[in-house]
Each structure stands twice: as C-alpha cells, then as structure tokens.
C-alpha cells in the first residue's frame, strides 16, 4: 500500500505540465493569516481563563489551553518571520526536550519560590523551557505539579499562560503589520523574487513533515530495543497523535496551495492522515508492543515517502533547485 | 598485460608484497563518495585530470572521507548519525576494519589522520550528555579504540590536522541533536558554535566563537592551508533572508576574521556553505552551496569574490596546488578537464596529501 501510494504520487507529478507558481497573497490570506488570527484569539482566551481560575484541574482553563494549543498545532510548520523574531516560536514551544530542562527549571522555581513570575517582564527573562505551552503542560496535568504549592503554581500558570498571550499576539501584529505585504508583494530585502518566497513556504513544508516524522513520532518509537512512549509529545494531556493529525491536516493544506490544487497529492495526504487516525492510540503508548509498534513504524515511513516525493517533485515544478546534495545537506 | 596496479593487488593477496603506496592504487589525488546511476554506493579515487582511477563498492551512502597520509587507505564514514565507518583498501578494495561508534555515540562524518598516520580521530556526538567527542583510533593496531576526549563544544562536524601533523581543530557546530529525534535541532535559541584547537590528547589550546550576533551561524567545514590558517565554512540556522558571512579565517590564538559578507552573495547561497577549500598558496578560498547552486572564490586576504558561477546541485571542492576541483549532484567534476560521470557526487571531495 505505501509503495502503491508513492508510486501514484510520483506517477502524477510526474506527468503533470509544468505547474504554475504557487499564488503567495492567497496562501498569506488563507492559510497563514487565519492560523495565526486563530492562535491569538485562543491564547487571549486562555490567558482569561487562567487569570479568571488558576486552579489546574478547572475544567474551563483546561479547555481553553487544549484550543490554544490546537492552534499552536495548525501554524507549528510556519516557522519563519514573525514567530522566529525575539524567538516567540520557541518561547511557546520549547519540545523536544531531552534532558527535561522544563520540569526541572519548573521545580527549581517552585522550590525557590522565584518571585520572577510575578511580573510578566520579569518572567519573560527566564528560561525558555519553563515558558509556552509545554510547560503550561506539566502545571496542568503532571500530579508532581497539580499536588504542588498552589499559590506558587497559580502565579506561574498565569505568568505561563499570559506570556504565550503575548507570543501570540506579537507573532500576529507583525504579519498583519507588514510581514504579509513582503511575502505578497514581493521585491523587498526579505523575499526579493517570487522563488525566494516561495522557496520559504515549501521549506516550511517540508520542515513541517520532517518534525512530525523525527520528533512527533521518532521520539515515542526510540528503538526496537527502548521503546519510548514517555518522550512522546504531549501524553500527559494525552495530545500526542491529535497532534501528529493537526499537523498532516495543516501540512496537507500548505502543499495544496503549493501544488496548486494537485488532487493526487491531496489524495496522498488523505491516505496518511487516515492511517494516522486508524491508530487509535492517543499517546503512542502502543510503541512498547511489537504488533502496534510496526503500525507507528509504518506511518512514520509514510510520512517520510511523502516528504521525499514532495521534496523532488513539487520542489521540481517549483522550479526550486533540488538535488543529491541540496536536499538533506549536512 | 597486467598493469603495476593489479600486480601489486595481487601480490597483496599473497601477502608477498612490500607495502603499498597510493601509487599502486592508481596514484589518486581525491576522494569522492558517490551513487552510481545503477543505485549502487561506491568510494571513487580521481586523478589529477578528473579521471576515476578506483572505484570501490560500498554498502551504503557515504559522506566524507579521510586519506591516510602515507597507506593507500580511506575511512569512509556513514551519513549521520551514522554509527560505523569503513577502513577501505584502496588499491585491493578490501575492506581492512569497520570501526563502530561506542555505545552512546553516533559518528558526524568526518575524520583527520594524525601527520604520522597512526591515529585516526572522529567527531562523535555523545548524545545523552548533549556533548561532543572526539573518538582516537589506533590505525597501527587494525583501527582499535585508543580513547576518546570532548571537542571542546556541542555538535563536532568538520576535523583537520594542521601542518605540524599533531594539533587538531575542530568545527564545533553548536547544533544539538539526538539520534532519536533524527535531525531535530534541539537548541538553537541558545546554540553557539566555535573553532577548537586541541592536542592528539584533548587538551583545549584555544577557542574562537562566533560573534553574539552570528550565534545562530554554524561552523560545519573546515580547510586548512600550509601556513596553519584555518578557512571555515558556515552553515546559517536562523532566517533566510538573514545575511550572514559564511566563511573565515581564524589562526590558532587569533582573532577570528570574517569577510564583510556582501548581501546578495550570502541570498545567493541560502545561507548555506557546504564545503570549503584553500588554495595551496593560502591566498584564495572555494565554498560551495548547493541549496543555491553556487561556486564561490574569494580572495582569501580582502574577502573579496573572485569568481562566482551557478552549478545546480554543486557540493563538493578541493584544492590541486593552486587550483579548484568541484563536484557535483549531476556527476560532473568541473575546474579540470570537464567529465561528467554517471555518479551523483556525494557532500565532499577530499584531497589526499600522500597521493603525489
């Protein structure tokens, strides 16, 4: 079945003429815009609900971060301006983190009792791993931080979650504020030509595929030998394959834009995200068995066979160089 | 009639012969890793006119290589995170060792031989600790283990030896990442990256670092000219539309010197310099962005381009006295007599110091 998809993939792009270039404002106003409108909104929302109930198991504050983080998701593959400027992207999403800098710098605050977090300039100093929304993580679902000192742990949620409010509405004030009129208009320092910008939006593409094969799903599955489903992402809120599925969705929605409307390509994109979703396995806890393990395996294969067909094909009929050595160099 | 090459590979099969040269393996003075067009991986000597005088099978996709100075032997490495490397006959094509990386390292893909040819040194990533190694290898003892110490930072990439055939330095690239989350970069909000200089014991002697405002520019490929200049090539981890320069000089104990980079040459490359070389006299460098097609020369003493030329997919460049040599994905080997193979060049093209 992969082979057969790749094989469909290939043969169409393959026989398709020359595609047109891509139409940068209507990916701008469709794509990117909206995700980011989104996020700002939810993180204000979510900013609300901490400073109106800080208590973590509060049900309304719990919904609230679930829809800001949905968010987050959607727009995860679009790093680059405004959500790498004061690095705001990694400010709000600080994963993977293999030597678990955030519930350790979390502990040291709270065992210090660090008043930084009582002001949002202060707190915004601090160590990234303790901002965004893996952090806010750990204070909302992880019992270590649920049972801690509560009046500690509230200043801290909503210094966490303020903080990603901000994140979210600087990233969105700069696209709206200039950063969409470079990528639509074009001839500008930032994106002097057409494949420039373009350039920029399938990279995020493929960026987008490779996080979600390497970290989403590399992290979880480790070895035969050590498997990982701890390091999986976001399982204490047991987010980890929502977000495997929100990322191939928004992925899928890029390429299209790309691709110009390349039914084939979607239809590939679609196959995957079944696969996905035909997991059932919210938190990849099926990595420590054989007989689930090769499901996650394989969808992980999937996903790189996609991103190697869009890499040289796509990346072809955009008239962006790839190459033996352009593609993955090192 | 059997020529001096097959003679000599036969009598190293008996064990009879005197010890080979780089002469008997065709008299190569490069190393190039490649995909035939027949999907088999092969390790590839060229001669001074761009001609294959060997080509050797390999199991799987390599990335750069080392030349032992004085044996007509290569070490070619695995892409990473590759965890073995291949001690290759280069006249037999006999695979003489495989050396793999301890438990809890992963090899970057590079290797220098010290000047003597007795120890070989790898960059390694010692993952859990988010610390980089340099592996010793004994190559008069079949490529044993012989040690291993830090790189002086995270992310080791590119090794050289400098002329005096013991002090190494090394292209710390400051990027973290872990084998398990393939090639996620794990920190470059606070990523730095340096130039390390350290005895065949480990011994720090000196350290460059990136200026605060390049921090995000990686120190990937290293060069190194007869003087002990060290030319370093970057790769750039923050915007595209960014400019940073991404090449340099350093000298052990000197300040670092970076050319002002003109802003349309660093778009041009994408931010991105693949490989790098200095010509024999010191005085021009060669880099190379495949991402953007691009050959470079500069004036290795004002930072000023001598010559650009746009190549799809070109990666690989060495330096043939005073001259370039490049590779590319398409198969050619430019800045000689033009071929063009049916083999997709790999990364890097490396020059044998032993092979004249």
């Known amino acids: 079945m992969r082979a057969l998809g790749l094989a469909l993939i290939l043969c169409v792009l393959g026989n398709t003429a020359w595609a047109d270039t891509p139409d940068l404002g209507g990916i701008v106003d469709h794509h990117i815009l909206p995700g980011y409108r989104a996020l700002a909104e939810d993180a204000a929302a979510l900013d609300d609900a901490a400073q109106a109930d800080c208590a973590p198991n509060n049900e309304a504050l719990r919904a609230a971060y679930g829809q800001a983080f949905d968010a987050w998701i959607a727009v995860s593959h679009l790093r680059f301006g405004p959500s790498e400027k004061l690095d705001r992207a990694f400010a709000l999403a600080f994963w993977p983190d293999p030597r678990s800098k955030t519930p350790k710098t979390l502990l040291a605050l709270l065992a210090a009792q660090d008043p930084v977090v009582a002001k949002i300039q202060t707190f915004r100093d601090v160590s990234i791993a303790v901002r965004g929304f893996y952090a806010l993580e750990f204070l909302l679902y992880d019992t270590q931080f649920v049972e801690a000192d509560e009046v500690y742990t509230c200043a801290l949620i909503r210094a966490i979650a303020a903080d990603i409010a901000l994140n979210a509405t600087g990233i969105l004030a700069d696209w709206e504020g200039g950063y969409a009129d470079l990528l639509r208009l074009l001839e500008n320092d930032i994106y002097r030509t057409e494949e420039e910008a373009t350039r920029q939006l399938f990279t995020a593409l493929l960026a987008g595929l490779e996080f979600t094969s390497d970290a989403r799903l590399g992290r979880p599955l480790g070895s035969f030998e050590r498997p990982r489903p701890k390091r999986a992402e976001a399982w204490r809120s047991g987010r980890s394959l929502r977000h495997v599925v929100m990322s191939l969705h928004a992925t899928r929605a890029l390429a299209y834009d790309l691709s110009r409307g390349d039914t084939a390509l979607d239809a590939a994109f679609t196959s995957v995200i079944a696969d996905a979703e035909a997991l059932e396995d919210p938190i990849f806890a099926g990595v420590s068995d054989p007989a689930s393990r090769f499901r996650v395996e394989a969808l992980k294969a999937r996903i790189d066979d996609l991103r190697n067909a869009l890499a040289e094909d796509l990346g072809l009929r955009l008239g962006i160089v790839a190459g033996f050595n352009s593609l993955d160099g090192d | 009639m059997p020529n001096r090459r097959d003679f000599v590979a036969g009598l190293l099969a008996t064990g009879l012969a005197p010890r080979a040269s780089w002469a008997d393996a065709g008299a190569p003075v490069l190393l190039a890793a490649g995909k035939r067009n027949d999907a088999n991986f092969v390790l590839c000597g060229l001669n001074a006119s761009g001609d294959i005088v060997f080509e050797q099978p390999l199991p799987g996709r390599g990335h ?81 283990r012989a040690g291993e110490f830090a790189s002086g930072g995270v992310g080791p990439h590119d090794i050289r030896t400098l002329p005096d055939g013991e002090t190494l330095v090394v292209a710390n690239g400051g990027i973290e990442t872990h084998p398990e989350t393939g090639r996620t970069k794990l920190n470059l909000p606070d990523m730095r990256s340096n130039l390390s200089y350290l005895t065949p014991d480990g011994t720090v002697l000196a350290q460059a670092e990136m200026d605060a405002v390049w921090h995000r520019n990686s120190i990937r490929h290293l060069a190194v000219a007869r003087d002990g200049r060290v030319a370093f090539a970057t790769q750039w981890q923050g915007e595209i539309s960014d400019t940073p320069p991404l090449w340099g000089l350093h000298r052990m104990g000197g300040v670092r010197r970076l050319p002002n980079p003109r802003t ?46 746009h190549v799809p997919d070109v990666c690989g460049v060495a330096a043939l006295g005073d001259r370039f040599i490049w590779t590319t994905g398409g198969g050619q080997v430019l800045g000689t007599n033009l071929r063009t193979y049916p083999i997709q060049w790999d990364n890097h093209l490396i020059a044998i110091t032993g092979g004249i």
Request: proline fraction near 4%; aromatic fraction near 10%.
């Open chain 2, 64 to 144: 750069a290589a080392a030349a032992h100075p004085k044996r007509p032997e290569a070490v070619v490495f695995a892409r990473r995170p590759g965890r073995f490397a291949l001690v290759m006959d280069c006249v037999t094509g006999a695979v003489l060792a495989r050396i793999d990386s301890p438990q809890g390292r992963h090899f970057y893909g590079h290797g220098t031989f010290s000047g003597d040819g007795r120890w070989l040194f790898t960059t390694e990533n010692d993952y859990d600790a988010a610390r980089g190694c340099v592996g010793v290898w004994d190559a008069g003892l079949g490529y044993r």
């Open chain 2, 264 to 309: 349309d040459l660093s778009r041009d490359m994408v931010g991105y310099a693949g490989s790098i070389a200095i010509s024999a006299d010191g005085t021009r460098v060669a880099i190379t962005s495949p991402k953007g097609g691009q050959m470079h020369e500069y004036d290795a003493g004002q930072g000023t381009l001598l010559q650009r030329t």
